[in-house]
């Protein structure tokens, strides 16, 4: 599941919304949206998240929280290490095959320490 994915599940289900009845509102189906909300798509068009913001009646700072969670929501990342130093390539190369593996811990720590300013 994405962060996208979770937050608007927890969205549906805080207000008492289905998966049918908001995909039907927003003009999807119920398959994209559920594999949308598991991280089985891409992120959402703009428009998809505005139609979605509009349904719920949200308000900006929400929005822009939902906006911000789906841009960082890409399943599948690619991280372009052309004209790096060998390095970056290695360390790119080594999380893509390990990511599954890591723990919360490691990941939270990593997460710290990617987010500190440099």
Not at 11 to 16: E, P, T
Not at 59 to 71: G, K, M, P, T
Not at 88 to 100: D, E, G, M, P, V
């Given at each position: 599941?994405?962060?996208?994915?979770?937050?608007?599940r927890?969205?549906?289900?805080?207000?008492?919304?289905?998966?049918?009845?908001?995909?039907?509102?927003?003009?999807?189906?119920?398959?994209?949206?559920?594999?949308?909300?598991?991280?089985?798509?891409?992120?959402?068009?703009f428009?998809?998240?505005?139609?979605?913001?509009?349904?719920?009646?949200?308000?900006?700072?929400?929005?822009?929280?939902?906006?911000?969670?789906?841009?960082?929501?890409?399943?599948?990342?690619?991280?372009?290490?052309?004209?790096?130093?060998?390095?970056?390539?290695?360390?790119?190369?080594?999380?893509?095959?390990?990511?599954?593996?890591?723990?919360?811990?490691?990941v939270?720590?990593?997460?710290?320490?990617?987010?500190?300013?440099?």
């Amino acid at each position: 599941m994405t962060p996208f994915g979770q937050a608007m599940r927890e969205l549906r289900q805080r207000r008492g919304v289905t998966q049918r009845a908001l995909a039907q509102a927003i003009g999807v189906t119920p398959a994209y949206l559920s594999a949308l909300e598991h991280g089985h798509r891409g992120r959402p068009t703009f428009e998809l998240l505005q139609r979605i913001a509009g349904y719920f009646n949200i308000i900006w700072d929400e929005a822009d929280d939902l906006f911000r969670l789906a841009d960082a929501s890409d399943p599948r990342v690619v991280i372009d290490t052309a004209g790096l130093p060998p390095e970056y390539t290695i360390l790119a190369n080594q999380l893509s095959k390990r990511i599954s593996t890591l723990t919360p811990e490691m990941v939270e720590e990593l997460n710290r320490l990617l987010k500190s300013p440099q």
